[in-house]
């Protein structure tokens, strides 16, 4: 399995359940920080979103991704592992399409790193959505 990769539609229990066994095998790792960003269902202009649709430029993806991996493990010296799941295509209101774990030996790096990957998907993954009514 990739370090990162982007997924067609919501990311599953089972797909955050596989995710998170990744790196069991470090006994190092004393610290697993983890999101899941949701859709919501927003009211825009009176009308509620029932569900986003992502797309992506796919091959860019793969390669800022292992960017971002790499940002985040040479800013935060104690991780050990980066993992991060994006959805594409349509993802209904209360699915998860962002998923991120990243494992360390301590808490504070894992969960400032696990912020931090987040705003740089968030900035530089080329991913857009659309909402759907």
Not at 20 to 25: A, E, H, K, S, Y
Not at 87 to 100: D, N, P
Request: aromatic share 6%.
């Amino acid at each position: 399995m990739n370090d990162s990769f982007l997924v067609a539609g919501p990311i599953t229990p089972v797909l955050i359940s596989e995710l998170m066994t990744l790196g069991n095998d470090d006994t190092g790792a004393g610290a697993v920080s983890v999101f899941a960003g949701k859709v919501r269902d927003d009211e825009i202009e009176g009308k509620k979103v029932t569900a986003l649709e992502y797309s992506a430029y796919n091959e860019m993806a793969e390669k800022v991704a292992a960017e971002i991996i790499r940002t985040v493990k040479s800013a935060f010296s104690d991780v050990r592992k980066v993992v991060f799941v994006h959805s594409t295509g349509v993802v209904k209101a209360g699915e998860v399409s962002l998923f991120i774990m990243v494992t360390s030996g301590h808490r504070d790096h894992a969960i400032s790193a696990c912020r931090h990957t987040l705003e740089l998907i968030k900035e530089n993954l080329p991913v857009w959505k659309r909402e759907l009514f």
